[in-house]
């Protein structure tokens, strides 16, 4: 079972889905613990004012920063270019390997390019979007 090829995937998934539920459970004992530092503070009769400024973080104060449109809009762009770019150089990539060994049925792997090309494209389509939004709305786009 060891010299199976899916142990290093199923590895790779198994660290992911356990770095998930980390970062879930950490979530909730953060929360338990600021709930029971609350009560114990409740309990000693801290009126809730005190309370909710001593136990406020600065991750509760930002709550929620103001997206930029601007970034969100380069950010669009930027990932469209890597993705099409890595799907094309794929396809390159197979081309060209498939022409060095003179083995068609390498060919089949440029398929693989697809997938990042056509998730470009769909960027590039949010892209577009983005801007003509941005544009009815009155924002300069540079």
């Known amino acids: 079972?060891?010299?199976?090829?899916?142990?290093?995937?199923?590895?790779a998934f198994l660290v992911a889905i356990v770095a998930i539920a980390g970062g879930l459970f950490s979530q909730a004992h953060a929360r338990r613990v600021k709930a029971d530092q609350r009560m114990a503070m409740l309990a000693?009769?801290?009126?809730?004012?005190e309370i909710e400024a001593?136990?406020?973080t600065a991750k509760d104060e930002e709550e929620r920063p103001v997206?930029?449109?601007?970034?969100?809009?380069?950010?669009?762009?930027r990932t469209a270019v890597v993705l099409i770019s890595s799907g094309l150089g794929l396809m390159?990539?197979?081309?060209?390997i498939s022409f060095i060994l003179h083995e068609r049925d390498v060919m089949a792997g440029a398929a693989i390019g697809l997938i990042p090309l056509a998730i470009g494209l769909?960027?590039?389509?949010d892209y577009?979007?983005?801007?003509r939004e941005m544009a009815r709305f009155g924002l300069e786009i540079g």
């Open 1 to 11: 079972m060891l010299f199976s090829p899916f142990v290093v995937p199923l590895g």
């Open 44 to 49: 000693r009769g801290i009126p809730l004012v």
């Open 54 to 56: 001593v136990l406020k």
């Open 67 to 77: 997206k930029d449109p601007m970034r969100s809009l380069g950010n669009a762009r």
């Open 92 to 96: 390159l990539f197979f081309a060209v």
């Open 122 to 125: 769909g960027f590039v389509v």
């Open 128 to 131: 577009q979007l983005q801007k």
